[in-house]
Structures are given as structure tokens and as C-alpha cells.
């Protein structure tokens, strides 16, 4: 059974929401990059401080700070873990490969979640989070195609991709992904 793994797919695709439903049955660690960003912003931190204008008008925080986001929790870890919305470019990429090595994890499996884009801009207006204004996903939707898009061919590059029909009922998808862990 593959236990270090990585979603890959456009704001709205369904990663985190695979994704959680995967750690709990399986007790792999979910690290969303997303998650741990809003939960500093909602704690008030210095770092929830700097990221807050920048996530909300749907632009990417700097990689310096999510590597160092990333890092904190993945150490602590050796059951497996699920990474959700990280990398969302090259350099993450490259980053996110060292940091694997140095801690001799390799990364095992990237599930790539495909969806038409007009069925995940009408899930994220349904959503309704704080940056899921129309403006901001097509800032949010634009960003994903120029920086992050680019990452599937790089880790199919790599033999590491799984394409995921992500435009079906969620179990449906849910039991796909487990047969690919296997
Ligand atoms: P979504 O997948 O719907 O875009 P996320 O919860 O993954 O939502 O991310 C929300 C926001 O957090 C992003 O729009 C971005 O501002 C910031 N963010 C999350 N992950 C990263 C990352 N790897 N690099 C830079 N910014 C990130």
C-alpha cells in the first residue's frame, strides 16, 4: 500500500475533500497547505498577518513560506501522509523533492484530479469561502493553469501520476483513488 502521496488538480477539484476522506481511514497524516495557511490566518499569527490580502485575492504566498509550513509538519510524520494543494509550481516542486530525500520519504503517487473548468467554478461559488469570489477564482483558476498545470507533466515525467476522473459522485471517486493506493 502507497503511503506517501500527493493531490494534483484546479481549486475546487475535490482535493481536500478526497483527501480528508482518505486519512480517515487510512490515518495518513492530510497536510493542506490551504488549511494550515487559513488556520494561522484564523489564530491571528504573524504569518496568518502576512498571508491574509494575499490568499484572499487568490494569489500564490511565497514559496519560502509554505516550504517552511510544509516542512513543520510533514518531520513529525512516518505513518504516511496526503499532501493537498502543495506543489503549486516548479521551484515547490524541486524544493519539495529535497526535503522527501533529506528525510528519505520518496513520494509514491500523484492523483491528478481532472474537472471541466465550468463544473469547478460553479463548485466554488456553491462553496462560498472567503476567497471564493468570482474575481478570485479566475485569478485562483488563471494562476492553477499558468504555474500549477504545468506539475502533470513534470511528475508524469517522473511515473508518478494517476489520472482521477474527478467529475463523479465523491465515493465514487474515493474507492478509484483507494484501488490505485493498493
Ligand atoms: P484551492 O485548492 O481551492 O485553491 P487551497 O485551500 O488549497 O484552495 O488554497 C487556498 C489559498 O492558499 C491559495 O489560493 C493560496 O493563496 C494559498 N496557498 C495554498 N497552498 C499554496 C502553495 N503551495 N503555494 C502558495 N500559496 C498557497
Redesign the pocket.
Known amino acids: 500500500m502507497k503511503k506517501h502521496l500527493l493531490f494534483l488538480g484546479a ?2 477539484a475535490g ?2 475533500t478526497q483527501a480528508e476522506l482518505l486519512s480517515k481511514t487510512s490515518s495518513y497524516l492530510h497536510l ?4 494550515l ?1 487559513r488556520q494561522e490566518i484564523e489564530m491571528n499569527t504573524i504569518l496568518g498577518r502576512q498571508v491574509k490580502d ?2 484572499n485575492r ?4 511565497s514559496d519560502e513560506l ?1 516550504l517552511k509550513i510544509v516542512k513543520q509538519n510533514l518531520d513529525k510524520d512516518n505513518k504516511g501522509w496526503i499532501l ?5 509550481n516548479l521551484s ?1 516542486a524541486n524544493s519539495l523533492n529535497d526535503v522527501l530525500t533529506e528525510i528519505n520519504q520518496p513520494l509514491e503517487v500523484v492523483f491528478y484530479l481532472d474537472i471541466p473548468e465550468e463544473v469547478l467554478i460553479k463548485r466554488l461559488l456553491l462553496r462560498g469561502r472567503k ?1 471564493d469570489t468570482e474575481e478570485t477564482i479566475k485569478t ?1 483558476v488563471d494562476i492553477y493553469k499558468k504555474t500549477t498545470e504545468p506539475l502533470i507533466q513534470y511528475f508524469k515525467d517522473r511515473s508518478l501520476l494517476e489520472y482521477i476522473d474527478a467529475n463523479r459522485d465523491l465515493k465514487i471517486i474515493s474507492s478509484d483513488i483507494k484501488q490505485k493506493m493498493a
Not at 32 to 35: D, L, P
Not at 84 to 88: E, K, Q, S
Open positions: 481549486p475546487g482535493k481536500g493542506s497547505t490551504g488549511e495557511l494575499i490568499i487568490g494569489e500564490l504566498v509554505v493537498d494543494g502543495y506543489p503549486r515547490q476567497d485562483r
